[in-house]
Structure formats: structure tokens, C-alpha cells
């Protein structure tokens, strides 16, 4: 239970977005200050254009530097590594 709220928790809490917002089809995009990491927010169910995996809520964040990694936090179980390019 503490899982599902500390990751997005720290995120906002330690690293305050220099952009957040709804991208109207109810997902929320961030991008942190340093524009290295870009994050998405699926709420449950996800949205006109997007399912996540298990129809529960998701995280997702693209790291760009040193190398395109992105890693989905989804609601239970660990996270997951793309490596990228």
C-alpha cells in the first residue's frame, strides 16, 4: 500500500516539475527541471488512447541522459526497464 504512493510521492515531493499537466484525455506529463526525465501519469482504467497493462494506474518516466531508458511503475509488482535506442 505505502508502494503505490511513495514513488509518485517522491517524485513530486524531491524533484519539483518544471512542467505538469493534463493532457486532457486524463493521463498527467511532467518533466522534471533538468529536462532529463520526462514522466506520464495513467490514472486506473487509462484513457481514450491508452490501456496500461493490468487497467490499473501506471507511472511511467523516460530518462534521456547518459542513455533512453524508460521504467514503468505500475500499481503492484516491481518496476519495469526498457532500454531504449
Known sequence: MIRRFAAPLALFVF???????NDGAGAYNFT?????VECIYTPAGGTNA????????????????PSY???VLG???LPK?????
Do not use: H, Q
Not at 15 to 21: E, S, T, V
Open 15 to 21: 524533484a519539483i516539475p518544471a512542467f505538469a499537466g
Open 32 to 36: 522534471m527541471p533538468s529536462s532529463n
Open 50 to 65: 491508452y490501456e496500461t497493462a493490468d487497467g490499473r494506474a501506471e507511472l511511467s518516466c523516460n530518462w534521456v541522459r
Open 69 to 71: 531508458v524508460r521504467v
Open 75 to 77: 500499481s503492484s509488482g
Open 81 to 85: 526497464k526498457y532500454p531504449c535506442g
